[in-house]
């Protein structure tokens, strides 16, 4: 793919990359559908789960390609998608072996309008799917460290980076990442908040696989972010039960050099509501076989600070938007999650359609 072709592919705008995705749909000869969000995004535009289906709804296996469950992520991920509906041969192969292959694009669109990581209820999709009739898992690290992480002020005191970094050298990276990041539910203005009912992206979800997931028998899921690991590399991440063996053979028969967090062998740290556990409540006929696509853009401490900023503004309404401040965070923000180089995008394109090709020839052999 030439330079132009490949820049095509990218958004900088949720209307731009919605408009690309739907269009490439089309082109693709695909019929598409939305589930349209109540709310509109920060140009006023209409907000929505776009969903495009090749193959039939009888098919028997079923590859999901999705993005943007973390909003502002899904600027990297709406270009692979976009990348893989204009991939005739693809779409060939899909077809000519019987296997659908359903894009859900923008998961979580308000996000990713707005430039946010999490849905307009402050929640991070990845971790609201909870049963909520039930006790929510608690969170002790999270609740003693939520002062420090989302402070009154921003730029932050000079004490209060202080005592930040005196935890993080007395903790560890890797520890304070599984305190932080595994999800909490008592601080609605913190980070990673679960939120305290399913959200309308999770709701959209369900809808989407009840229309279009109860009859396949296998079903494999290749989910796009990016943020994690190794600049401009892939990390393949298991998603699904890490206790059934045979569900992380076939996921590591697919993608050799599958990640699991359950083995701490990922960059991720170990999630409470992640977002797979909705396959076994909505599509328990299917054998499942899932993965989340990590795309490394910056270092962990980087993602941390711009996320705090975010998370402090958010908290600040009578903020206006903008200011030069408020700018920018929201383009720091943007800038952890998608590395606006030619390498990174080249490189992005390439191991996430090799990636999901993956996903079919497994589902194809299987």
Known sequence: ???????????????????????????????????????????????????????????????????????????????????LLRDANFLEQAQQAGV????????????????????????????????????????????????????????????????????????GMAVLQQIVSSGQYSEPEGLFYGGHAPTW??????????????????????????????????????????????QVERARAWWPTLKTMHEHTSSSAVISGAMWSVIGQECPQAEFTGMGFEFGTVPPLHILQAMRADQWLENHPEKPLRTPLAQGIRKALFGVFFVDTMEWKKGLIEQGLATTQAGLRGLIAG
Request: contains cysteine; charged residues 20%.
């Open 1 to 83: 793919m030439d330079a132009d072709a490949l820049n095509t592919c990218f958004s900088h705008k949720y209307s731009e990359a919605r408009e690309k995705f739907l269009a490439a749909a089309d082109a693709a000869g695909l019929d598409a559908h939305a589930e349209i969000h109540p709310l509109l995004g920060q140009d006023g535009e209409t907000l929505a789960l776009d969903v495009a289906r090749c193959g039939p709804i009888s098919a028997d296996k079923l590859l999901l390609v999705s993005s943007g469950c973390h909003g502002v992520e899904g600027y990297a991920g709406s270009a692979v998608q976009i990348s």
């Open 100 to 171: 659908a292959v359903l894009f859900l694009h923008a998961l979580n669109p308000w996000g990713m309008s707005w430039m946010r990581r999490t849905t307009q209820e402050n929640v991070d999709l990845n971790r609201n799917f909870q049963d909520f009739n039930h006790p929510l898992p608690a969170n002790p690290g999270y609740d003693e460290l939520h002062p420090l992480l989302v402070p009154s002020t921003w730029p932050p005191s000079p004490e209060n980076e202080q005592k930040l970094q005196a935890v993080l050298a007395q903790r």
């Open 201 to 246: 992206s999770q709701q959209a979800l369900r809808h989407v696989l009840r229309d279009h997931a109860r009859r396949c028998s296998k079903l494999g899921w290749v989910d796009l972010h990016s943020g994690l690991g190794a600049t401009g590399q892939a990390e393949i991440i298991f998603s699904g039960d890490g206790s059934d063996p045979a």
